[in-house]
């Protein structure tokens, strides 16, 4: 569900420039990835800290799974799907 939800967001920043713009500025506050969270989910998308988390997570373990037994050591990064969505946002 919610990576369907940030897929969703990332094409509708790709064409709001306004939501894309308050998207990155959330990066600047205190609480970053919490902020982003609130923001998502009053701009209407169901997108929570505990789902983003798990998310990356579950992608990361995934992978690993997936070259049977050849892949003992996870990528630096790839559970970070907050990352990986501003990465997709900001440079594509």
Not at 23 to 31: A, G, Q
Not at 55 to 81: C, F, H, M, P, Y
């Amino acid at each position: 569900m919610v990576e369907q939800e940030l897929e969703r967001l990332l094409k509708d920043a790709r064409a709001d420039e306004g939501l894309k713009n308050e998207l990155i500025k959330t990066r600047e506050s205190e609480n970053p990835v919490e902020d982003f969270c609130l923001l998502c989910e009053k701009k209407g998308y169901k997108i929570s800290i505990g789902e983003l988390f798990a998310l990356g997570q579950n992608n990361n373990d995934a992978k690993l799974r997936s070259v049977n037994g050849g892949g003992v050591n996870a990528i630096e990064g790839w559970d970070d799907a907050y990352e990986q969505f501003f990465s997709e946002l900001i440079w594509c």
